[in-house]
């Protein structure tokens, strides 16, 4: 389930993985997979997978670096010392040897990702593979050298699991998970939902207690109908309907509390219970009044379910598991 309401396929914030691919090409497929599954279809890009044969490299790395809001670069055993040999093949020159460090050329795909991102402002995360030791600024070229200035991330094989996580969860602090997305979804939703119910119902309690109340609320809820008599559309009786909305909005928080964070959840199951008992409680306690005790009784009680449930809501914050 990519998008769970409409006005959730808006432009995805994406992440861009900056690696080498001589040096940690495994970990960067690994890396994406991982990724991918915490924030969601076709928010992750790296180079190899994610550009079309035919396509222009260049083109589709600066496309993509544009509509990225955070960088993730993979620096392994390798990525500081690469350097080609007079043949144009990849070497390796940890000793300063013949070969120049590609870092310093002004082709090098890499430091343009990563000078790329961190002139565009976004956040740059640097992750040291397998125990590599982060840069010193003087081994950079000058372009490179802020990079330093980021705080660095390791990620190991050994670890690969925990060490993911946490990256997510630091990377999510800027780009909010597919299951984040789906709960602000879900929180409008409801919210809106027990909102429009909730002001309903009190326009229809306050057109019995209070005459100025009663003539605009009549004016928009008994148009006059082709004779000149009012037609009220709703009357306080259909107060009870509010909770036709408060049950289904009540049946999606129980749906989606395991996507909530456990130290958030029981909030969460709070406002799902509530709706659910102030539902079940109305109908079987409050029903069997005459009227017009029953109307009102329905009107405060559908109210009082509603704002129960927009605290709980409130106090859950619709924080995603991590």
């Known amino acids: 389930m990519t998008a769970l309401l409409p006005w959730t396929r808006a432009p995805r914030r994406r992440v861009f993985i900056s690696y080498r691919r001589d040096d940690t090409k495994w970990v960067a497929g690994r890396l994406a997979d991982s990724l991918t599954a915490y924030f969601g279809d076709k928010r992750v890009f ?6 079309p044969g035919g396509a222009d490299f260049g083109q589709v790395i600066r496309g993509n670096l544009g509509l990225s809001d955070a960088a993730i670069v993979l620096i392994g055993p390798d990525w500081l010392h690469a350097a080609e040999n007079v043949h144009g093949v990849d070497d390796i020159d940890r000793a300063g040897g013949a070969g120049r460090s590609r870092l310093h050329q002004p082709d090098d795909w890499v430091a343009h990702e990563v000078t790329a991102a961190m002139e565009k402002g976004i956040p740059v995360y640097p992750v040291l593979v ?14 490179l050298r802020p990079l330093t200035r980021f705080n660095a ?13 946490r990256l997510a969860r630091i990377v999510a602090l800027d780009i909010p998970s597919e299951n984040e997305r789906k709960l602000q979804g879900l929180n409008l939703l409801v919210s809106l939902a027990l909102l429009v119910v909730a002001m ?8 019995q207690l209070f005459p100025l109340v009663a003539a605009v ?9 082709a004779e000149g008599a009012p037609t009220c559309l709703l009357s306080l009786g259909a107060t009870g309907i509010a909770f036709v909305a408060i049950a289904p909005c009540s049946a999606m928080l ?8 456990r130290k958030h959840k029981p909030f969460f199951l709070a406002a799902a219970w509530a709706g659910a008992l102030g539902t079940l409680g109305s109908f079987l306690l409050l029903k069997p009044l005459a009227p017009p005790y029953e109307e009102l009784a329905m009107a405060l009680g559908s109210t009082a379910t509603i704002l129960v449930m927009l605290v709980c809501m409130s106090l859950s914050g619709f924080r995603p598991r991590q």
């Not at 790296?46 to 550009?51: A, E, F, L, M, N």
């Not at 991330?153 to 996580?165: G, K, Y």
């Not at 129980?254 to 964070?261: I, L, M, Q, S, Y």
């Open 217 to 225: 609320a009549n004016t928009a809820l008994c148009p006059l109908n």
């Open 153 to 165: 991330i390791t990620l190991s094989d050994d670890r690969w699991d925990a060490d993911v996580s």
């Open 46 to 51: 790296r180079d190899v997978g994610d550009i």
């Open 200 to 207: 309903t119902t009190l326009l229809l309690l306050f057109r």
């Open 254 to 261: 129980f749906v989606f509390a395991r996507w909530v964070h």
């Open 130 to 143: 397998d125990g590599t030791p982060m840069p010193r600024a003087a081994e950079l070229p000058e372009r």
